[in-house]
């Protein structure tokens, strides 16, 4: 499984559009990226996956530069609600590995 | 949208009693998982389980620790003497295909064990 380095913490305020960078630099070529925000309290809750350049939904966009050593979770107008834990991982590419969390980066919002 | 459910949502136990968590993963998904979250801090791996038999566990799944599927809808996890160090939030967890690659796992909220 590939190693990730992400932050440990961020601020921003209600309305700010939020990146959260997450380095991969060993990531495998079958290796996808996959993002979980977890709130206090509750489960880690799957936001976005995706391989390569971009991928969007409904809750976030997800931006993957050419060389896959590196991820961008953007976050658009955040509020309130978006305060959590933001989690990314990588890999692995054989599906009963095991599947491991870092510490991930606090997201706290500011009114 | 199918979800993850977990009972009970807390479980409070004295130390040395065996307790069992439950889990009833979305129906079409093969592949389950617990994971625990001690407060504060990161949520760990415990076993990955498929196909009714165990495919990875860490190091602290020891003998201590049980999973099982006793039918075709539980998932559940046994710990067989409970210790302190136990309490923490127990997650399971369960995904369609297995792994990150393109399967992304499903989460329940969890029951909070805690051990006196």
């Known amino acids: 499984l590939a190693k990730t380095t992400q932050p440990i913490s961020m601020d921003s305020y209600e309305g700010q559009e939020v990146n959260i960078t997450c380095s991969h630099n060993?990531?495998?070529?079958?290796?996808?990226i996959t993002w979980y925000q977890q709130f206090p309290s509750q489960g880690p809750r799957f936001i976005i996956q995706?391989?390569?350049t971009k991928v969007t939904n409904e809750v976030a966009s997800l931006f993957i530069p050419a060389d896959r050593k590196s991820s961008t979770l953007s976050l658009p107008r955040v509020s309130l609600s978006d305060t959590a834990v933001y989690y990314c991982?990588?890999?692995?590419?054989?599906?009963?590995?095991?599947?491991?969390f870092g510490k991930g980066t606090r997201l706290h919002i500011l009114p | 949208e199918p979800e993850v459910t977990q009972t009970p949502s807390h479980q409070v136990t004295q130390m040395g009693q065996e307790v069992i968590l439950r889990c009833v993963p979305i129906?079409?998904?093969?592949?389950f998982y617990w994971y625990r979250q001690i407060l504060g801090q990161k949520v760990e791996f415990l076993v990955s389980?498929?196909?009714?038999?165990?495919?990875?566990k860490s190091e602290i799944f020891d003998d201590q620790f049980s999973v099982e599927r006793p039918d075709g809808s539980n998932f559940t996890l046994k710990i067989r003497s409970t210790k302190l160090e136990d309490s923490a939030m127990y997650f399971c967890?369960?995904?369609?295909?297995?792994?990150?690659?393109?399967?992304?796992?499903?989460f329940g909220n969890g029951t909070r064990l805690t051990v006196t």
């Open positions: 967890a369960s995904s369609s295909q297995g792994a990150v690659g393109n399967s992304p796992l499903h």
């Open positions: 060993n990531i495998a070529t079958n290796d996808y």
């Open positions: 995706g391989y390569k």
């Open positions: 991982l990588v890999g692995p590419k054989n599906r009963d590995d095991k599947i491991i």
């Open positions: 129906s079409n998904h093969l592949y």
């Open positions: 389980f498929y196909n009714n038999e165990i495919s990875e």
